[in-house]
């Protein structure tokens, strides 16, 4: 389920990114669209980079919990006792 989330907001970040990257230089410096387009560029960038954090962080805890089940799940060797 979190790969999914992280999927999806990756998708949202870069269409943020990229739609304010290209609105960018049809706007006039000093006009408040500029200052949208720059606020919705970082707001972009932020979502992308959250979500790689996230992705990175859930997949080496994945990998961690994979490898500690081999290490937990051996089996019990019982041994007889002398009568």
């Known amino acids: ?3 999914t989330a992280t999927r999806a ?3 949202l ?6 739609g304010s ?3 960018l230089p049809v706007t006039d410096a000093g006009t408040g669209e500029r200052v949208v387009s720059i606020l919705a560029l970082l707001l972009g960038l932020g979502i992308v980079v959250g ?3 996230v992705r990175r962080l859930s ?3 994945r990998h ?3 490898a500690m089940s081999d290490l937990i799940d051996d089996p ?3 041994t007889k006792e002398n009568p």
């Open 59 to 61: 997949f080496r805890r």
């Open 64 to 66: 961690r919990d994979d």
């Open 13 to 18: 970040g870069c269409f943020v990114a990229a």
């Open 51 to 53: 979500s790689v954090v």
């Open 21 to 23: 990257a290209l609105m």
């Open 1 to 3: 389920m979190i790969d």
């Open 9 to 11: 907001l990756l998708s």
């Open 76 to 78: 019990v060797v019982t």
